[in-house]
């Protein structure tokens, strides 16, 4: 069984070719071979290999013998084989955070409205297969752009998409998420607002002042909700008025939720059509560790989602499971000292659980975290 190899640019391809010969075992995508010169390309054949997404001359396309695959496009208003994430100049494309009513004009915007008008469960099989499509691009421009990291150094955030930019826990989570980016892990989140929007904020600030900080959170605190009009303006603003391109941090939403606006603080993006890849792709990729801020339903559901895969040693050892707030987990939602009990009776087993009030706690216990112990 041989792995194809993938090649993602043009200028790929053409280096390829000119070394003419038989190609065998790879994968193409979205390469526009008619760029490439039509001499170099008489002098190859293509055996076993996968084209995604791309453009042939009419000569090359009857060249292709049966052992290659050709998946062309898709009649759907989004890219089904893209190479690359997104970010928020490419979902947002078409909207000016000056004018917020703009939004309606947005790359994203315009994909849910397909998307619901599809249906959130499509039938159409040209719409379910450029769904799959395109969520299986995104799982693997997500893990090309991950293998860049140790990783240990993938830590989750996880909280509330309802818990507002005033509350003193968002605060919290800036200051968490800041200093875990200082210190070179890269936070990711589920993408959206509330704890989310905070993780990528904090790393979006990571290396500024407590006063630039300070102002940033002035700005958003505006429209503490993410159902306010000015939500995703203010985000906008805040990143014109402290520009970065050091820092890094991954949101996975899902549009299937897409009623909440991705956070333009993420400066990586893979949004998910299907949001069971996505839930369980979060949660995979943070062998960092998880920190658990106040939520609710949606975060619950992460947690003993989180707690299988540590006592499974799914991903081949346990890491830790680090609560925000001790009053919210043991008594609000008392998820903690259940965890605690059920790991006491050997129901769970491995399960690495800290709970702390202070930011400095949590992330400490983040960063001691070494997974060869």
């Known amino acids: 069984m041989h792995n194809h190899i993938e090649i993602i640019t043009t200028q790929q391809a053409a280096e390829l070719v000119s070394h003419g010969g038989v190609i065998s075992h790879h994968a193409f995508q979205c390469v526009d071979f008619r760029a490439i010169d039509a001499?170099?390309?008489?002098?190859?054949?293509?055996?076993?290999?996968?084209?995604?997404?791309?453009?042939?001359?009419?000569d090359?396309?009857?060249?292709?013998?049966?052992?290659?695959?050709?998946?062309?496009?898709?009649?759907?208003?989004?890219?089904?084989?893209?190479?690359t994430l997104y970010d928020a100049s490419t979902l947002y494309s078409g909207y000016d955070y000056n004018c917020p009513s703009t939004i309606a004009e947005s790359y994203d915007y315009k994909i849910y409205q397909h998307y619901l008008k599809t249906g959130k469960r499509a039938t159409d099989v040209a719409e379910t297969l450029a769904r799959t499509l395109h969520d299986?691009?995104?799982?693997?421009?997500?893990?090309?752009?991950?293998?860049?990291?140790?990783?240990?150094?993938i830590v989750a955030i996880m909280g509330g998409h309802a818990m507002l930019r005033t509350d003193d826990v968002y605060r919290q989570v800036?200051?968490?998420?800041?200093?875990?980016?200082?210190?070179?892990?890269?936070?990711?989140?589920?993408?959206g607002p509330g704890a989310m929007e905070a993780t990528?904020?904090?790393?979006?600030?990571?290396g500024r002042t407590n006063s630039e900080v300070d102002e940033a959170l002035t700005i958003l605190k505006r429209y503490p909700s993410f159902t306010d009009k000015g939500w995703l303006s203010s985000a906008f603003e805040v990143m014109k008025r402290f520009p970065q391109n050091e820092f890094q941090s991954v949101g996975i939403p899902t549009w299937l939720y897409g009623h909440e606006p991705a956070t333009p603080f993420a400066t990586h993006i893979a949004k998910y059509f299907e949001n069971s890849l996505r839930e369980d792709?979060?949660?995979?990729?943070?062998?960092?560790?998880?920190?658990?801020?106040?939520g609710s339903a949606g975060t619950m559901q992460e947690i003993f989602q989180d707690a299988v895969q540590n006592h499974y040693l799914t991903v081949e050892y346990a890491s830790p499971m680090a609560f925000l707030d001790i009053d919210y987990w043991t008594n609000e939602l008392p998820v903690y000292p259940m965890l605690e009990e059920l790991q006491n009776r050997g129901r769970y087993r491995n399960l690495l659980l800290s709970i702390s009030d202070d930011v400095t706690d949590i992330v400490q216990t983040i960063l001691d975290f070494n997974p060869k112990n």
């Open 39 to 58: 001499a170099a390309l008489a002098d190859v054949t293509f055996k076993d290999c996968i084209f995604m997404g791309c453009r042939f001359s009419p």
């Open 60 to 83: 090359m396309r009857i060249r292709l013998d049966e052992s290659n695959t050709a998946l062309t496009s898709l009649p759907v208003p989004y890219s089904v084989f893209r190479t």
């Open 136 to 153: 299986h691009s995104m799982s693997d421009a997500l893990h090309e752009f991950l293998s860049s990291y140790k990783d240990e150094d």
């Open 174 to 191: 800036v200051e968490i998420a800041k200093s875990l980016t200082e210190q070179g892990k890269l936070m990711t989140t589920g993408g």
């Open 200 to 206: 990528h904020l904090g790393a979006w600030l990571a």
């Open 281 to 294: 792709g979060l949660l995979t990729i943070a062998k960092g560790g998880v920190i658990y801020t106040p």
